[in-house]
């Protein structure tokens, strides 16, 4: 029986295609892409894995992502931008984008790693994701980074809103009517059930008129359902 043929990486041509970036030095995107297990088993090739440049990349990519959003958030504070900045550059975000570009399929891998799903390793991908930011820095500088990496991280910052506003009722209603100039009023209308039951009821005010109506087991959870009530009318359903 013939022996399974040796898996070979594609022309990494078709990565520069991918990333819109042409390597000047070949040799810093094939560091890029090289797997401690490569190196390890082709020492001849005197080709260092990709962990230096990893290190590297993830300042890289933390700067790029730290000045969209101080620059598009003006009114966030620090630790909001931060909490923001740790979501899109966390590990399942890296390695999303790293399988965007098809990262995996241009590595360079040992045979055991090979075996052992290397190419679909979440760690792998999060690291060559860095390492080849990295290696895009050193070969073209900032700005070539960011010409790639900005649109990713745009996306990112965009799904991560959506999710935060769509499970925030009183947020979205918010920034709803703050586009008109208005000013929204939550007030709590009643209450019934016994000291350890309590049932609050409140209503939402939009220039005093009531648009929505609320009831919960605190006056909180009663100004929540009260938006999402109040929601329903600009044609917006929030059921998480």
Not at 33 to 51: A, I, T, W
Not at 121 to 135: C, G, K, T, V
Not at 198 to 223: D, M, P, T, W
């Amino acid at each position: 029986m013939s022996e399974k043929k040796k898996y070979s990486a594609p022309p990494m041509q078709g990565l520069e295609a991918r990333i819109g970036y042409t390597f000047a030095d070949k040799r810093l995107l094939r560091n890029a892409l090289c797997h401690s297990s490569y190196s390890n088993e082709r020492r001849s090739e005197n080709l260092s894995s990709n962990e230096r440049l990893e290190f590297l990349g993830d300042s890289v990519l933390s700067i790029i992502t730290s000045e969209y959003l101080y620059i598009s958030f003006p009114e966030s504070s620090e630790g909001e931008l931060s909490n923001m900045r740790r979501e899109v550059v966390d590990s399942a975000s890296l390695t999303d984008f790293a399988r965007q570009i098809e990262l995996g399929k241009y590595m360079l891998f040992g045979i055991g790693e090979e075996k052992n799903g290397g190419r679909e390793r979440p760690s792998n991908l999060e690291d060559a994701f860095e390492a080849l930011a990295a290696a895009m820095y050193l070969d073209g500088g900032f700005e070539c980074v960011k010409r790639f990496f900005l649109p990713l991280v745009k996306s990112r910052v965009e799904s991560i809103f959506s999710k935060h506003r769509l499970s925030d009722p009183k947020s979205l209603l918010q920034e709803i009517v703050q586009q008109n100039g208005e000013t929204l009023q939550y007030e709590k209308v009643g209450e019934s059930g016994p000291d350890h039951d309590k049932r609050f009821a409140c209503v939402v005010k939009l220039n005093s008129n009531v648009i929505g109506r609320g009831y919960g087991k605190r006056i909180q959870e009663a100004e929540v359902n009260a938006a999402r009530d109040a929601l329903k009318l600009f044609g917006e359903q929030v059921t998480a």
